[in-house]
């Protein structure tokens, strides 16, 4: 079974920055594009950066210039690094995934448990 674990969320104030981790554990054969998606209660659950098996990345307009997704294949995590936080981030951050379980598979799409992110003074 395929697992993501988020870390790295937690309370920082208005112009800070805090730094997810997302790591992909189990038994898998590689790891296709990942992404990082945030949701508040009452509101759809929305993208907030992708990042493609080869480092293309793409970002929401909101959050551009301020924050930056990175992967390391080697250890199967992908990071997300948020500068310059503003009250309207604060969220629960998700990781996503789409894995190759083994060769020549389809894609299986994982979601992590989420990490909460507060901004705040």
């Known amino acids: 079974q395929v697992q993501l674990v988020e870390s790295g969320g937690g309370l920082v104030q208005p112009g800070g920055s805090l730094r997810l981790s997302c790591a992909a554990s189990?038994?898998?054969?590689?790891?296709?594009?990942t992404g990082w998606y945030r949701q508040v209660p009452g509101k759809e659950r929305e993208l907030v950066a992708t990042?493609?098996?080869?480092?293309?990345?793409t970002y929401a307009d909101s959050v551009k210039g301020r924050f930056t997704i990175s992967r390391d294949n080697a250890k199967n995590t992908v990071y997300l690094q948020m500068n310059s936080l503003k009250p309207e981030d604060t969220a629960v951050y998700y990781c996503?995934?789409?894995?190759?379980?083994?060769?020549?598979?389809?894609?299986?799409?994982?979601w992590g448990q989420g990490t909460l992110v507060t901004v705040s003074s």
């Open positions: 189990g038994s898998f054969f590689s790891i296709d594009a």
């Open positions: 996503n995934a789409l894995i190759v379980v083994h060769l020549g598979s389809r894609f299986l799409e994982v």
């Open positions: 990042i493609g098996r080869f480092g293309t990345t």
